[in-house]
């Protein structure tokens, strides 16, 4: 059975730090491109960032250069270091893993950015 398992979503001041974890298990880890999304009240999920298993990274628009995915694959955890962060990143976060027709979400964890 895959599970994602998120952590580390708190309440921080704007222009805090967090890093949040997914710690992955029942896949093999290293196959999969491990994401990032996140879903404010009332709006969409949205994508964050991506990571591949070559450990190439891609972020949205709205978190670059202050967000940084990382993975390791020992772990089968995936991260996400977030900096700088503004009120409007407030939002469940959660982890995502794709691998061809595999696709599984983790039940996220929720930030929030206070003034």
């Known amino acids: 059975q895959v599970q994602l398992v998120e952590s580390g979503g708190r309440l921080v001041q704007a222009g805090g730090s967090l890093r949040l974890s997914c710690a992955a298990s029942?896949?093999?880890?290293?196959?999969?491109?491990m994401g990032w999304f996140r879903q404010a009240p009332g709006k969409e999920r949205e994508f964050v960032a991506r990571?591949?298993?070559?450990?190439?990274?891609y972020y949205a628009d709205s978190v670059k250069g202050r967000f940084t995915i990382s993975r390791d694959n020992a772990k089968n955890t995936v991260y996400l270091q977030m900096n700088n962060l503004k009120p409007e990143d407030t939002a469940v976060y959660y982890c995502r893993a794709i691998y061809l027709a595999n696709n599984y979400w983790g039940q996220g964890t929720q930030v929030t950015v206070s003034l």
């Open positions: 990571i591949s298993w070559t450990d190439n990274s």
């Open positions: 029942g896949l093999t880890f290293s196959n999969y491109v």
